[in-house]
């Protein structure tokens, strides 16, 4: 059983770094978001942190979750809402983000001072809870909410892992509070990697597929360009955009500065009401 665990742990470890490595390709061409990005990476730490844990405590019994574990779980408590709010369109207030930031910063300072203290076995309760209700409500916006025209080709594969994290996470929190603690590692050990494991696979699946998207030349709809409010200029740069040009290269064809692209290029978004180019393509492209 622990051999299991040991390889269940490094092959979503490998999947993650993969998917974070895309990610960051990803970002660079402007079709990724850094919440994205920080949500992946809340994961891998939290993987990377059940494995040293694991090797620890190897040999004797486990004493509960370790410091570094509680503050992965804090930050993805606060990078799952933060990302799936800026994938989603909703009409939440804009301090919500704000005021799980200051939740996250007043748990992540109480683990800290646990550790030091002495008192680090009870906030595993908060911090779970925090994890808990924080993953819950961002799997029930997932299901109650449409996405953002740059995920909406996953949204039946997003609507299938949130429900697979409405059915589970209430699961693992009661086998949390159920459970003997010295069991805590085994039960964390196999129902978060699995579910990780689901979620790097799907984003390495998404990243590659967008890649894909970008590496090939991309067409532009003519009505599609003509629907928005768009100058002349602005549609040769929208052209360009959806083939893939980067600023640097647009600016040489059109024999404008730098600047000026980049201005076009943000009202292009603002008029099309997209954010990134990927956004973008999918609602000019001529498979659209």
């Given at each position: 059983?622990?051999?299991v665990?040991v390889?269940?742990?490094?092959l ?14 990803c970002?660079k ?12 990476s ?24 370790h ?20 994938e ?6 804009p ?6 930031l200051?939740?996250?910063?007043i ?12 008192f ?18 961002s ?15 996953r ?17 693992a929190?009661?086998?949390d ?9 085994i ?15 799907s ?5 590659i597929?967008?890649?894909?998207l970008f ?22 740069v ?5 083939e893939?040009?980067?600023y ?17 290029a943000?009202?292009v978004?603002k ?9 973008l ?8």
């Amino acid at each position: 059983m622990e051999v299991v665990e040991v390889v269940l742990l490094v092959l979503v470890y490998t999947v993650l770094t993969l998917a974070l490595f895309l990610e960051f390709v990803c970002y660079k061409k402007n079709l990724e978001s850094i919440e994205t990005i920080a949500f992946t990476s809340s994961l891998l730490l939290l993987i990377i942190s059940l494995t040293i844990t694991y090797f620890l405590d190897l040999g004797q019994p486990t004493q509960g979750i370790h410091v570094f574990t509680l503050l992965a779980m804090c930050l993805i408590g606060y990078t799952t809402p933060l990302n799936v709010i800026q994938e989603r369109k909703h009409a939440l207030p804009p301090w919500l983000p704000q005021g799980i930031l200051a939740i996250t910063s007043i748990l992540g300072a109480l683990v800290v001072a646990g550790h030091f203290v002495g008192f680090l076995k009870m906030m595993q309760y908060p911090v779970v809870i925090f994890l808990g209700i924080s993953v819950v409500l961002s799997m029930i916006l997932i299901r109650t909410t449409k996405p953002q025209i740059r995920i909406a080709h996953r949204e039946q594969q997003e609507q299938y892992i949130a429900l697979a994290f409405l059915i589970c996470i209430p699961i693992a929190l009661f086998l949390d509070f159920a459970v003997p603690a010295q069991s805590i590692a085994i039960r964390t050990g196999f129902t978060v990697p699995i579910l990780f494991l689901i979620m790097g696979i799907s984003k390495l699946s998404d990243d590659i597929q967008r890649l894909a998207l970008f590496r090939d030349k991309q067409a532009v709809n003519e009505q599609n360009l003509n629907n928005y409010a768009l100058t002349n200029r602005e549609k040769e740069v929208a052209v360009l955009l959806v083939e893939g040009n980067s600023y640097k290269q647009i600016a040489e064809k059109l024999f404008i500065s730098l600047p000026t692209v980049k201005t076009h290029a943000s009202n292009v978004y603002k008029k099309c009401k997209v954010t990134n180019r990927m956004e973008l393509i999918g609602l000019l492209g001529s498979n659209r």
